[in-house]
């Protein structure tokens, strides 16, 4: 059972940084990619970004283009998602997934497993 455990969440100033880590407990065999979805409260589980493990293709959602990198390193099973130029409407519990799904994997339901999330919090 692939488990992933998402870190470095917390609250910063707009404009500000951050650096959330999704380490997965074995290599995700078989997983053709990984994504970060963000959920604010009162809203729907959105996907941010995603990242296949062979070429390391990238996909980000418009609000995020040329605010946050995503990247994996796969000697270390982990996924980052770098988060520069933080707004407000950033604020949301940030989840990791892995897909079994080829092609870039919008929807929730394209993901297999699941971290437990980590909240970041964007004050103005």
């Known amino acids: 059972q692939v488990q992933l455990v998402e870190s470095g969440g917390g609250l910063v100033q707009a404009g500000g940084s951050l650096t959330l880590s999704c380490a997965a407990s074995e290599r995700t065999f078989g997983t053709y990619a990984m994504g970060w979805f963000r959920q604010a409260p009162g809203k729907e589980r959105d996907l941010v970004a995603h990242?296949?493990?062979?070429?390391?293709?990238?996909y980000y959602a418009d609000s995020v283009k040329g605010r946050f990198t995503i990247s994996r390193d796969t000697a270390k099973n982990t996924v980052y998602l770098q988060m520069n130029s933080l707004k407000p409407e950033d604020t949301a519990v940030y989840y990791c997934a892995a897909t079994l799904h080829i092609g870039v994997a919008v929807r929730t339901t394209h993901y297999n497993y699941w971290g437990q999330g980590t909240q970041v919090t964007v004050s103005s």
């Open positions: 990242i296949t493990w062979g070429t390391g293709s990238t």
